[in-house]
């Protein structure tokens, strides 16, 4: 997820506005603060949280007196919020560092490095992926095991954690959230 510096500051001038509104006839629109645009200068949706999203629409949708949706009451069956699309790419992420091999061949610590680096370029949040692309940059990825790979995935995860003000997780406990289940049973 985006930072609030990178949230609109990109496609807003310094008066808060979207840069280059459709016809000079119509005011500029205000985007509400923390809508993250994309590069087409609309707002993101999968770089977006639902509520987020929802009051941009909800603002959008005003003037034809449309009633407004909580986001909340967003159906399952919608495109992801960025929320949702970070939950699911970690949980497979996460997965494949599980069966990567404890031993992997050089092809197999190459195409898991190829992997890691398209898959930051095509993830459909785009600060999220120049984010991602800059964390590769910095911290190459780590494949000559299942546990250095599990690690460094781990540690790339807690450094998104970070910037979104939330928990960080025990990397040594990887592989057991991510591979065996829980030592108490509960997975089993």
Not at 14 to 25: E, K, L, R, T, Y
Not at 53 to 71: D, E
Not at 114 to 132: G, H, N, R
């Amino acid at each position: 997820m985006a930072s609030e510096s990178q949230t609109n500051a990109a496609a807003k001038d310094d008066g808060g506005a979207a840069v280059g509104s459709s016809s000079s006839s119509e005011p500029p629109k205000v985007i509400p603060k923390g809508v993250v645009l994309g590069k087409d200068g609309k707002p993101c949706r999968t770089c977006n949280s639902g509520a987020d999203f929802a009051a941009w629409t909800s603002q959008a949708k005003s003037s034809l007196k449309a009633p407004a949706r909580k986001a909340s009451s967003i159906s399952k069956d919608c495109p992801p919020d960025v929320a949702a699309l970070g939950q699911s790419s970690w949980t497979l992420l996460h997965s494949i560092a599980a069966t990567y091999p404890t031993t992997p061949t050089t092809t197999e610590q190459s195409d898991i490095k190829s992997f890691m680096k398209l898959f930051s370029k095509l993830y459909p949040c785009w600060v999220c992926a120049e984010d991602f692309q800059h964390y590769i940059q910095k911290k190459e990825v780590r494949a000559g095991s299942r546990d250095e790979f599990g690690n460094w995935l781990c540690e790339a995860h807690n450094e998104v954690n970070k910037k979104l003000g939330k928990a960080t997780f025990d990397c040594s406990k990887w592989e057991e959230r991510w591979r065996t289940g829980w030592k108490d049973g509960r997975c089993d």
